[in-house]
């Protein structure tokens, strides 16, 4: 199976800062990958989906970028809306799999 | 409006069986990628299985052997069968019309 490995685990971040994070996967996913946000109590929310196209109605201060096996999601300027858990998914192989969240807390 | 909305979810002994079920509204469940995705209290989502809109299915290892997807045209309806339950399946487990719309989910607790 593909092994997803997202960094940080976690950050701390101000409202404005630009916040990048990470994914790794163990093989090549030619861009099947997707971003989710959630936050506590809630359902996961779609973001991004083939590494960087956004989801209709997402703010435009979302990101994604890469290629191979290596993937960033970019909040340009954060806003208080968007302290919560992030979440990258592959959707390469049969076997789809999560990477292991990101949490993103206030300063 | 797209909904799904899972129901079946409850307290099962470990070793026992629970069904459940994801009503769609809104599109066609047989023309789309579904999945169940399940959260363990406090941990990062899990993705459980899929079905294809052509119908072929696949399974996290974790539940190979023991978790049953199913589709029901007719009702528009996605199940989720799950046998030999264990402690570690506790889990909310949600429904999703992969990877654009999901349930609210439904809270699965295996405990004796």
């Known amino acids: 199976d593909i092994q997803m490995t997202q960094s940080p685990s976690s950050l701390s971040a101000s409202v404005g800062d630009r916040v990048t994070i990470t994914c790794r996967a163990s093989?090549?996913?030619?861009?099947?990958l997707a971003w989710y946000q959630q936050k506590p109590g809630k359902a996961p929310k779609l973001l991004l989906y083939?590494?960087?196209r956004l989801e209709s109605g997402v703010p435009s201060r979302f990101s994604g970028s890469g290629s191979g096996t290596d993937y960033t999601l970019t909040i340009s300027s954060l806003q208080p809306e968007d302290f919560a858990t992030y979440y990258c998914?592959?959707?390469?192989?049969?076997?789809?799999?999560f990477g292991q969240g990101t949490k993103v807390e206030i300063k | 409006e797209v909904q799904l909305v899972e129901s079946g979810g409850g307290l099962v002994q470990p070793g026992g069986s629970l069904r459940l079920s994801c009503a769609a509204s809104?599109?066609?469940?047989?023309?789309?990628?579904m999945s169940w995705v399940r959260q363990a209290p406090g941990k990062g989502l899990e993705w459980v299985s899929v079905?294809?809109?052509?119908?072929?299915?696949y399974y996290a290892d974790s539940v190979k052997g023991r978790f049953t997807i199913s589709r029901d045209n007719s009702k528009n309806t996605l199940y989720l069968q799950m046998n030999s339950l264990r402690a570690e399946d506790t889990a909310v487990y949600y429904c999703?019309?992969?990877?654009?719309?999901w349930g609210q989910g439904t809270l699965v607790t295996v405990s004796s």
């Open positions: 083939a590494a960087s």
């Open positions: 809104g599109f066609t469940v047989s023309s789309n990628y």
């Open positions: 093989q090549g996913i030619s861009n099947s």
């Open positions: 999703a019309r992969a990877p654009k719309s």
């Open positions: 079905i294809y809109s052509g119908g072929s299915t």
């Open positions: 998914q592959q959707y390469y192989s049969t076997v789809w799999t």
